[in-house]
């Protein structure tokens, strides 16, 4: 009796850490949301239903593609979608797709940002070949550089859309402008820095004019990314570092601007940054000091920008192209090789990329709360805090789109907050100089390492040979199969 | 202790001579139950730890890529090659060796370990000297101090928190030439004119990581000193006193000599901490800025299998790392073991054998 209680207990006990490493498929699943008995609501444009059935398991690392999903439930009441959301911070979502991608818990579809779409997309038996949605594509005239993106390296088959593009912009305060050169038109701050050589002349205006007390930006970080679009080759060729006439461009007006104080040594994405957004700013001394202006692509108007500045500095903002065009982050999404329903998973992602009707209600606000809620009846209830809801504004992918809806942002929240200036018309004009065929997954910390090159260089701590060497060493040794 | 031995094995030695089969049977069915009590772990520890180790193992030796699985060869050492790579002089001129010490010049390979050591060593020794001050204070029966509960859980306070979020405040604490560290020391003490770019020096880096790990962990320090130290018994210390002896001297005598088994633990479960060191170094900087000075070897080992997907050079690296703690571990061990239990063992084991000699030798 005694051996059968302990077998027992140490059953238990086994089966308890087993059960414990079992990552929880339950809640996933327990979030699938039944396909809607009919939309009683009925929608601002009603997409046209289809008789698609099948399921289909969705990826992602933000809620924007779990918006999606309800859209596409909408208008394939029989596809029966799992979503699940797993967080971008620290790499977590793009390890666990790797981990997934050969077993049977492999999603049909997955959300792939910026920063690791390229090697997804590059990897061997990863992603599904999607080309022949490339015909959809050319109707809504999408953005040659999204697919550039989603193209494989070597073999040429698109394995990727994506349902946005995002150009960078420059951002500036109106009042600053006036008060040092005399104008907050756009067109005219646009032609004071069409160039870098220009940008640098107007941050010697500004500490001139200012006394010291406006900075043009808040560090060398801003624009990077600025130097990084606009290189000639990716990071890696052929497994080896190349590295482009624009880096050394950057070591040298990053010492520009530390040397003579253009810059108000303010690291991007700290307290100081977000708080010259609201013109709350100050030395270390306490002393105010200010901003001029921020590297930011359309994305960072309403999630950045607009938040942190709030009422303080509202109406006061200008956007303009800036010296060089630039891309910026942005989300595309794929098929999985070993996708249990490629077909239907084929129809999710020219929904969600390549669908006029959806791309149009994506980016004018039409995916309110109650809209969302009347799909999927377990979204009801009160609008609040965390409520799914795609506000207007994001910046979609196709041309025929963008031209059909940007006049519609004329009066819209963010115009108001660019002192009347349509802000969706300042990145249309942006979007076709973009290039993002540089784009590699190990980018963003290559250049967080280049980066601190540049700063001890321009900070005089080394010297730029030094530097460099510094950063090979450490490209080297965080990549062992790259060679320096 | 050895009148208690005695007695256990003549109890023994009774209850055999009341009957050998029921003793067997009991000390089998005994057996048994503590095999299954057991099992659950070993199972688990043999499918996640065991097994990892050996695969861990394995894999040092290809150049597997976790998204080019099916390219996966065997390499030799290669990877191990790689690491050490540079380590040594090149040759064995003045100039060679003394470049081969020039930290500015390490491998970040080679950094990653002097990191690692430096970090871990100026954390740990303040960390042990301060925590045994404390506990001394705390566990001494002449000194009174009052609310010792109220102090011990207040200083054991910082290793209750998210080593993320200490991380993140201490980050944000001395981020740049405005961050509050700054505010404090140019805006209000005055000390520089023009805020201090903290993270972009190296020593200064290094020695924030060492002083947070050390603020995090001297207070569980402290709590199993006072375990260790309130266990060995007050009659001691009375005699001392009696003969005369000053608080240096009994510290010295008795309360170090005791403590010796708890020492050994902390410094071996600290050193193995230590060696893993990469939660607070990550958070100040994924890449190990300024000029890789924070990178640990543990950082190492992520940033190759997490950016690179290089599984294979990652996995190399901890096995360096585990090699590595394993033998200074047992290093610790073998300088801190007990000597005088040696020689007493060494003893008492010489004295049976010429007991036995002897009664040999009388039976005969």
Known sequence: ?484 | MLTGKSTKSTGVAVKAGSGNRERRHLSLEKGHVAYIMIAPFIIVFCIFSLYTVIYTLYIGFTNLNVLKPTQVKFVGLDNFERFFKNFLPKNLSWEAIKESFDYQKFSVQKKSIVNTWKIWLVNYIPQLGIAMLLSVWFSSSFLKIKLIGFWRSLLYMPNLLMPATVGVIFFKLFQDKMAPANQFLVGILGVWDEGFEFLMNETFSQMLISFIQWWMWYGNTIVILVAGMSSISVSLYESAMIDGAGGVKMFRYITLPSLRPILVYTLVTSLVGGMQMFDIPYLISAEGNPRNSITTIYCLMQRQFQLANAAGSAAAIGVILLLMTTVCSMLIFFLLRDKDAGMERKASRAARKERALRLKGGRA
């Open chain 1, 1 to 484: 009796m005694k051996k059968l209680v302990a077998l027992v207990l140490s059953l238990v006990l086994v089966l308890g850490v087993l059960a414990a490493c079992d990552n929880g498929t339950d809640e996933t699943t327990a979030a699938t949301t039944k396909a809607p008995e009919g939309t009683t609501a009925a929608p601002v444009t009603e997409p046209p239903i289809t008789n698609l059935q099948g399921e289909l398991t969705v990826w992602s690392f933000t809620n924007e593609l779990k918006t999606m999903t309800i859209a596409f439930k909408a208008a394939n009441p029989d596809v029966v979608v799992t979503y699940v959301e797993i967080p971008a911070d620290g790499g977590e979502f793009r390890q666990k797709a790797i981990a997934a991608a050969n077993t049977a818990e492999c999603p049909d579809v997955i959300g792939l940002e910026a920063a690791f779409v390229k090697e997804f997309v590059d990897a061997d038996g990863m992603l599904y070949d999607i080309s022949d949605l490339k015909v959809y594509a050319d109707a809504l005239q999408t953005y040659a550089n999204t697919i550039e993106v989603g193209t494989n390296y070597e073999s040429g088959e698109i394995r990727a859309y994506s349902y946005q593009t995002t150009p960078g912009a420059v951002f500036y305060r109106r009042s600053l402008a006036l008060e040092y050169f005399g104008t907050d038109d756009p067109t005219e701050v646009q032609a004071l820095m069409a160039d870098m050589d220009k940008f640098t002349e107007m941050a010697a205006t500004i500490k001139e004019k200012s006394g010291g007390k406006t900075f043009m930006v808040a560090s060398v970080d801003e624009f990077r990314n600025s130097y990084f679009s606009n290189r000639t080759d990716p990071w890696f060729v052929d497994d080896t570092l190349v590295i482009d006439p624009k880096v050394d461009e950057l070591f040298e007006i990053a010492k520009v601007f530390r040397e003579n104080g253009y810059e108000a040594a303010v690291n991007q994405w700290s307290e100081g940054w977000f708080n010259g957004m609201r013109d709350a700013l100050s030395d270390a001394g306490g002393n105010a000091i200010q901003i001029f202006c921020y590297f930011l692509p359309t994305w960072g108007l309403p999630y950045v920008l607009s938040g942190n500045a709030g009422d303080a500095t509202k109406g006061d903002w200008g956007c303009v192209a800036g010296p060089q065009p630039y891309q910026w982050g942005g989300t595309w999404v794929g098929v999985m090789k070993n996708a249990k329903n490629p077909e239907v998973a084929k129809e999710f992602v020219k929904f969600v990329a390549l669908d006029e009707t959806n791309l149009t209600n994506w980016a004018t606000g039409v995916y309110t709360h109650d809209y969302l809620a009347a799909i999927d009846p377990e979204l009801a209830g009160p609008a609040g805090e965390g409520e799914l809801k795609q506000a207007a504004g994001d910046f979609v992918s196709s041309k025929k789109v963008v031209d059909a809806i940007t006049a519609s942002f004329d009066d819209s929240e963010m115009s108001l907050f660019l002192g009347g200036q349509n802000s969706y018309a300042g990145f249309a004009a942006a979007a076709p100089n973009v290039s993002a065929r540089l784009f590699q997954g190990s980018d963003e910390s290559v250049q967080n390492m280049l980066l601190d090159a540049v700063r001890q260089y321009a900070s005089g701590a080394q010297t730029k040979d030094e530097a460099i060497a510094t950063f090979k060493d450490a490209v080297a040794a965080a990549f062992p199969d790259k060679s320096v």
